[in-house]
């Protein structure tokens, strides 16, 4: 026969609460959009370095791997590669429209990433005629007032007798704000060639964002979804959405 003991112990495991910081929104809430918007800001401070007991991954720094670069004709070229690109700054995301479709499990967010900031290791190579230009290291640069669409869809997955919320890959779109960039030891630190071509760059930098941007729109697609799964993996859809 159980103890009392192991009885109330079995019982705190089968009604056990969902964690303080996953808050409940009701399906039939006429404000529920509003809900979700709060639950999401609950979970912003563990966003950062990410939530171990749901093998959540921390979202800063955002690593982009490798970028490359390369424009112009042949007499007249630059071709460029970042390394390690790390990004912080999608953690401080706000939240400036939000629409649900729980009964076709997809949410829409308009977000405003306030600032971006990020650093990498660079090498650059410029053909202009019979000259040839060429630099290495270090790469920084801050990019402000990104808009940011996010599509959500999901389905659910039966298992057991349970249901579970799966995301499909999410879909982020991002529009440009401002940006800088700057780049050291351009051309072995020459001071005159490596100044000038900073100023050019940031004069264009758009033709470096276009490069970047589909980067960094399919690694935070990639890890948004990755933490929304790992979450919604973890508890059943009638235990999120009663």
Known sequence: MLSTTALLLMLHFVTADLPP???????????VDKCIRNAVEELRPRMVEGIPELNVPGIEPLSLGQIALARGPQGAKLTAVVNDVKVWGPSNFVIEELKSDLDNNRFDFKLLLPKLEFNGKYKMDIQVLLLRLQGRGDITGTFKDYACNVTMRGHKEKRGEEEYLIFDPFKVKLRVGQSSIDLTNLFDG???????????????SQVFLQEISPVLERSLGELFTEMANKITSKFTYKELFP
């Open 190 to 204: 020459d001071p005159v060639l490596g100044p000038a071509t900073n100023r050019v760059i940031n004069e264009n």
């Open 21 to 31: 910081y996953i808050k409940v929104c009701q399906r039939k809430d006429p404000s």
